[in-house]
């Protein structure tokens, strides 16, 4: 069984809030998306992508986790495209995604770009997710580190998204869980402008309502410079 909260905050320089969330505590399903394209096209493609997703999950057999995810961001993929077709606006729109699928003893998740999944252990935060972004893959290949990274002009630059192709890589993973387990779904809004030591220390807050809004409230105060969005599950 899983409790969940989530928020999602425009921060304080964009317009308009281009991320979308959702979640079902009986699906045992989260599903955060950090959207991107022209006029007011990024949202459409994050609402797209999270609704098509909870319906193929929340309709499916769940017989094999991983292979049900993949296929939901598959047809999430296909929508997004047709969507992008069909509306002169919407052309070039794109969105990052994750999504979690618990049940009993497992977590199954998957991601496509740099919206992020981690986890709260024993006091112990771990990011389960890498993300698919030009400085991830010069920090993986050794050309910077960490830091680095944190400070590039290059920091935004995904190297997959939902909608930009005819096929989407989404990686799959999946891990046991284990009572009083915390999850936190995030867009970059939310992991480029705190600290990892940050968030640790705000996702093991006893309160995961409280948790959230000190989250969200600590990197609009580090800058807010793009939409925040948060999600926290908790294993009960």
Avoid: P
């Amino acid at each position: 069984m899983i409790k969940v909260y989530g928020k999602s905050d425009t921060g304080l320089k964009r317009n308009h809030n281009e991320d979308y969330i959702g979640w079902s505590e009986e699906g045992g399903l989260a599903i955060l998306a950090d959207g991107m394209g022209g006029h007011n096209a990024g949202e459409v493609a994050s609402k797209i992508a999270v609704t098509t997703i909870q319906q193929q999950l929340l309709n499916s057999a769940l017989i094999d986790s991983k292979s049900e995810i993949k296929n939901a961001i598959d047809r999430a993929n296909e929508a997004i495209n047709y969507k992008a077709k069909d509306s002169l606006v919407c052309a070039g729109m794109g969105t990052t995604v994750v999504v979690v699928l618990f049940n009993d003893s497992h977590i199954s998740f998957g991601h496509v770009g740099d919206s992020r999944l981690y986890r709260l252990r024993d006091n112990v935060l771990e990011q389960l997710t890498s993300d698919h972004s030009l400085v991830q893959e010069m920090v993986d290949e050794g050309f910077m580190n960490q830091a680095e990274a944190r400070e590039s002009v290059s920091n935004n630059v995904i190297t997959r998204a939902l909608g930009t192709d005819s096929e989407v890589q989404g990686e799959i993973q999946q891990q046991d869980i284990s009572q009083g387990d915390r999850y936190l779904l995030c867009s970059d809004g939310l992991s480029d402008m705190i600290e990892s030591t940050d968030i640790h220390n705000l996702m093991g807050e006893a309160s995961m309502e409280v948790a959230v809004d000190k989250l969200i409230a600590l990197a609009n105060v580090n800058g807010g410079s793009d939409n925040i969005s948060v999600i926290l599950v908790e294993i009960v």
